[in-house]
């Protein structure tokens, strides 16, 4: 009887570790291209959600990150509109590698939100050759080419 009852908790530990551990990744970042051919980095959390750790890493395949940047802070908030390669000033970011796009390099630009039961990250990834087939105007986000407009929809939705 005491075998059964302690497998049974096992199971149903277990199945609560694993069922409400991991974030969902959403489509909450984007890029577009200014007038100016610059990237710029689009951010977008649910609601009045906080936000932690923004990055992007650029890198070659499956290979180490060579190019982007990191934020370390854990108490960001607010939609952020930025110069892919210029984080705001105040978030602190470590740059790594190169600042500008780089040829065979796929980018993943990314923010977390982690509380209990509600955790997500926002991620878009990308590499120069969809940015520079990106229409004047026009916004990158879950794997596709939409409006700006489109894009705020889509990451509304998406909370």
Do not use: I
Not at 146 to 155: I, N, T, V, W
């Amino acid at each position: 009887m005491r075998r059964g009852f302690f497998a049974v908790a096992g199971v149903v530990l277990g199945v609560g570790l694993l069922s409400g551990c991991a974030a969902v990744d959403l489509p909450l970042a984007g890029v577009r291209v200014g007038a100016n051919g610059m990237p710029y980095a689009l951010l977008r959390p649910c609601g009045d959600d906080g936000y932690r750790t923004p990055g992007l890493d650029g890198s070659v395949g499956k290979g180490p990150v060579t190019t982007g940047w990191l934020v370390k802070k854990a108490k960001l908030s607010g939609d952020a509109d930025f110069p892919l390669f210029s984080p705001p000033a105040a978030w602190g970011a470590q740059h790594r590698g190169a600042q500008r796009l780089m040829p065979k390099h796929q980018y993943t630009l990314h923010f977390s939100h982690y509380v209990t039961g509600d955790s997500y990250n926002g991620v878009v990834t990308f590499t120069a050759a969809d940015l520079d087939a990106l229409p004047s105007g026009q916004v990158w986000a879950d794997g596709r080419v939409m409006s700006p407009g489109e894009f705020e929809e889509l990451a509304e939705d998406s909370c």
